[in-house]
């Protein structure tokens, strides 16, 4: 079992930058892979950026590529979000999830992810 606890929301002006960090407990963490989703008022929650257990392979929503990078420290047990020239769209809830890893884990796929943080909010602000 993993427990997952975000931090590092906040606002900011358009073009900022945030660091969201996702602290995990639980002895699975170093084989889960992980990812970052959002969900705005109103809109379902959407993927923004996953990496694997061993951080060997990232991936990105378009929205977000170029601008974000995620990260992963297995020694700390902890997960980065690093957030680039933000924009007003980006203005969502932020959550970190863990899942169990597999060969054909989709990363990209909220069905894929078995344990949720409790969110941090993102304001940008035009």
């Known amino acids: 079992q993993v427990q997952l606890v975000e931090s590092g929301g906040g606002m900011v002006q358009a073009g900022g930058s945030l660091r969201l960090s996702c602290a995990a407990s639980?002895?699975?963490?170093?084989?889960?892979?992980m990812g970052w989703f959002r969900q705005a008022p109103g809109k379902e929650r959407e993927f923004v950026a996953g990496?694997?257990?061993?951080?060997?392979?990232?991936t990105y929503a378009d929205s977000v590529k170029g601008r974000f990078t995620i990260s992963r420290d297995n020694a700390k047990k902890m997960v980065y979000l690093q957030m680039n020239s933000l924009k007003p769209e980006d203005t969502a809830v932020y959550y970190c999830?863990?899942?169990?890893?597999?060969?054909?884990?989709?990363?990209?796929?909220?069905?894929?992810?078995?344990?949720w943080g409790q969110g941090t909010q993102v304001t940008v602000s035009s």
């Open positions: 999830a863990a899942g169990n890893s597999h060969w054909n884990f989709q990363l990209s796929k909220v069905d894929e992810y078995r344990y």
């Open positions: 639980g002895r699975t963490f170093s084989s889960s892979d």
């Open positions: 990496i694997r257990w061993n951080g060997s392979y990232t």
